[in-house]
């Protein structure tokens, strides 16, 4: 660890995924958090935005100023809606600091996988080709030099953790995988907005961009090239009536009979020393609140003998694992911290 | 009952209260629902906004014309906000309709108490000479001739039955009131807004509005007019992480010793009789699920010979007894109907 | 309608369940509640245990007396625990009793299946033989001459009305269902226990009892019945933090290509003129709220044609679509009630 | 801080509580957790019980054999239930070892005001004339020395540190204070019980153990004796559908006018220096969520002139300020730890 903290910036303090990064940081013991800022009216101390701040933290958080933020921080997190980190991140790397980016603009192998998904023109097509995808547990050796990271989105993580094992050990059929999962409403952000009003929400559940959810992509192409094969999946996306966390049932098509506990033993090996992975053993299944508040990604399974489907179950919490702790355990590796430092 | 149903007309339907009043008028053997209208982008079958209705009613919701309205209605809801029912009750009377008024604009005995309290100039000062309040226990017999009805507020509604009774009989003191009030999330209204949002308000609860609810001159000047004696109240408003229902714990002062089976027998003579208010024997309490649904009032209560409190618990459902409900009721006195009909 | 009202009793009255028959049999004209029956310590009016009854029915509810509920009623709603139902039943129909059991014990065609799948001895296969699956939407004709009814799991009827139009056409495999369903907690019935305590529940989501649920072989063996072909389908239970309903959402391979409006087309068409069963069209999805409270059916898809899937969502009231609404509703076919009486 | 860790032993380890307690070990630098115990029907890993554990601790838990214990343990946090702790206390004292108890046993200056609140016998008078009050803010000097610690009621915490300052000042009238208090459900512990299911806390609120509750001559007692008046207090505690926290609407009758910024003042300097006690300025007011999963005591507060009542708001988390958290408070203060630590 350096002996003076490294200096961090948070731009976009004030969503649900700005807060999880600035209170990891606040507990970090090689960091220092310098400047905050987002779109406000005036400048105001973040405790005032979140009062469970107070007392914690002084700072004040203002509208974004791209010098002002590259004089005090050394790295910056952009927590911003895809298509503005892109406007952005090249201003950052330009003045020498390293960027680890929220949104979906870097998350891509190239800028034209980003336009057809997202519908919009890239305007940083070298920042694509430059940015490391930052899922630790695929791709530690890449992130540990990146300047420029971009940070998984919430429900890929979550996915790709279920399914990569069993990918790539040719025990399941990937052309036939079914992704459904379930989130809580933290996920849509912190805006106004009728959809997410309390009676909307609360002893609802729904499905929601079944077929077109942009975040299929996504899980396809991570899976695939981390797998060496083509992934086709089904990823259906529902909303749970609660504050946070992710929950994945996955459903694999099983190429040759296998049994639980050699399936045990493939993840098991898969995520063997990795500090932010846990796989139950048969018999287990994780729940939702064991995952929350942590940014642990938890995983079960069982083996349907009578229909030859592996299901893997998988529960991380959406702030943490889905974003916010995600990006610090990210730049952890990129600083030679502790990886678990701050979480 | 009319040989011909009453044609009825709901302006504001797209909001909570709104769709309470058209559930309510569909099961409604006496009435028929003609016209809905709300700010709409456009025209749409009120199903597409509350798919609920679907296979209930196919009545389209358009942008308010209060011409049209008048032709397609004889009575007519206003389900609008605070100084917007002022501008169009009068047009819906001088147009010979009768109104029921959900707002506060015609709550107070005179406009300069509605301009004191919202701050705002009354713009149909004749129309509040006119206005009857109407809490059906209190003032039914003024109801039942009136062209024009101010529906009462819910936490009003919660508060004054259940502190009633005592203050009318003299046996609480009118000086040392307080009303701790608990609202559901409806209570607030559909409309975009941060603080509403679910992740903001489940997991939650928070008092508001200490000392300066408006809510609070409404209380002291029905119990006032009720109960013959000047009444002063604290009003503690809070906000419950549940979509419906308002339950108030009711603070009185005894002025004299008084037996449980006493404030049992004072409170079950005062509401004798009335359909929707049930009292609870000594050692029993609402809770709120027991009101939500239904347009009941519960009544229970506890003497602490101790500290000389007498405890009143109310429980409601905000948006029936708190709003529609008690809307339908008043609608039924003032046209003869069963005072239960669509209830 | 028969002139005198049908009297009827109601066994196991103080679960959810019970609750829900009683509140749907008090608004049913052609039917008079003569007797509730329930484990209770002692004899005790029924809105004690539910307040929400108080001032709508005054029944007591006791121990259970089969001489004493056959002398009050002539039809009886048994709403007990698996294997307790085949004890009674018989009792009930020998003295000439219509029966509606809300059991498994009458669900599969022999009682074979039965004890294969629940683990212990039928004590009634004469009863299995006679009694009569109660899906209207499928065996309508055979429901109305039953004098034992069947009446289906809460998730067999939301798995079942998905699938079922797009297996009899032969549009989807039938060797390749997945069901994965999400249900409230009610669905666990009203007992005392730790894992369905508010806070083991409330921010919580988990899966369970996946590929050995119970509802399992009930949907496989009333699927290939009804679509005359062999269905295996994987079902995956999942408890949300709701008090009622239960959302599944459904994938099916499509043997052909099909667009939506075909799909359309043939789900309204299977469900034409059934009066609980609401098909969504294209580019609209069924949510739970939009369901609970009413004895609804709500089915709306997606059709993926890159995955070639089609997926069905359906949303139904657990405890009224799936438990006392489908009961009552299957009691007005058998009594040649109008079949929306009390619902 | 002692250069070698502080042996703890955690006894009633599998409920809510003792969750927190071994939580907060676990980030205790000072401190090793070497014994778990609990009624179990067979030693299991605590990770079992509590999968959120998992990875955490290795630790098992079993029956309590108080030997045992005291071997492996030199500080014992009993979170028994009521009349169950004074049992054990005095053994673990014999062999010498320094009790945090987080029942009632201990909370009274004498056994017979216990006897008369709890209606029990007490079993160890001797350790009730011994035990110290663990409320930091009042009592941080006795607590320091104490071997035997009585930690806190929930509710008493919250109301008490509402309270004390205006009491205390001579500003509000020790005879008519009222304490409106909301509390999630954890503060009911976690046994099974049909009052607690989920369907039937969730979307319900109400009140209960009006002017009886046990925790009133707690905060009475404590109250006197820390303001040096005779407090009488009405005390009405409500059940939240929320996991976690107690908001307190606490209502005080101002003996002379004062205004917001003097109130303020008094609070203030109350606190100053304290840790875990936020005073917000007039005009702010503490929600739950702020208070949830921190060991803060937030307090607001609002004058209200025309009715000259104080009403102070104050928000706890009631496992940690109301339970766990206050209990290793106490320990630090016991053992000279930095008072945060843990925490």
């Known amino acids: 660890m350096n002996s003076s903290p490294l200096k961090t910036a948070v731009v976009g303090a004030t969503g649900y995924t700005g807060l999880e990064i600035v209170k990891s940081l606040l507990d970090h013991p090689g960091v220092e958090l310098t400047s905050l800022t987002a779109k406000v009216d005036e400048t105001v101390g973040i405790h005032r935005i979140f009062p469970e701040l107070s007392g914690r933290l002084e700072l ?19 927590a911003l809606p895809h298509t503005v980190s892109m406007l952005f991140a090249p201003r950052f790397l330009q003045a020498g600091k390293k960027v680890i980016d929220l949104s979906a603009d ?37 992130i540990a030099p990146a300047r420029l990271l971009a940070n998984p989105g919430c429900y890929p993580t979550a996915a790709v953790l279920a399914a990569y094992p069993a990918l790539k050990a040719g025990l399941a059929d990937p052309g036939e995988v079914i992704v459904d999962a379930k989130t809580g409403v933290t996920g849509a952000g912190r805006k106004a907005s009728l959809a997410f009003l309390f009676p909307e929400v609360n002893e609802n559940f729904k499905a929601y961009g079944l077929a077109v959810h ?130």
Chains 1, 2, 3, 4 share one sequence.
Request: charged share 25%; with cysteine.
């Open 60 to 78: 004040e958080c203002s509208n974004l100023d791209v010098d002002d933020v590259c004089r005090k921080a050394d790295l910056v997190f952009l």
């Open 106 to 142: 870097y998350r891509f192998p190239a800028a034209a996988d980003f336009e057809k998904v997202y519908g919009a023109e890239h305007r940083d097509p070298a920042g694509v080709e430059e940015a490391v995808y930052g899922l630790p547990e695929l791709f530690r050796e890449e």
């Open 214 to 343: 942009k975040h299929t992509p996504e899980m396809e192409s991570v899976l695939s090239r981390a797998s060496g094969r083509k992934v086709r999946l089904e990823f259906a996306p529902h909303l749970l009536p609660v504050n946070r966390g992710i929950l994945s049932t996955v459903y694999l098509r099983l190429e040759k009979p296998a049994g639980e506990d050699e399936v045990f033993e493939l993840y098991r090996e898969a995520y063997a020393g990795e500090p932010f992975v846990r796989v139950y053993p048969p018999g287990r299944l994780p729940e939702l609140k064991d995952a929350v508040g942590t940014n642990n990604c938890l995983l079960g399974f069982k083996v349907n003998p009578r229909t030859r489907n592996l299901i893997v179950v998988s529960a991380i919490d959406n702030l943490l694992k889905g974003a916010a702790g995600q990006a610090v355990q990210n730049m952890n590796i990129m600083q030679g911290f502790p990886e678990t430092s701050g979480l």
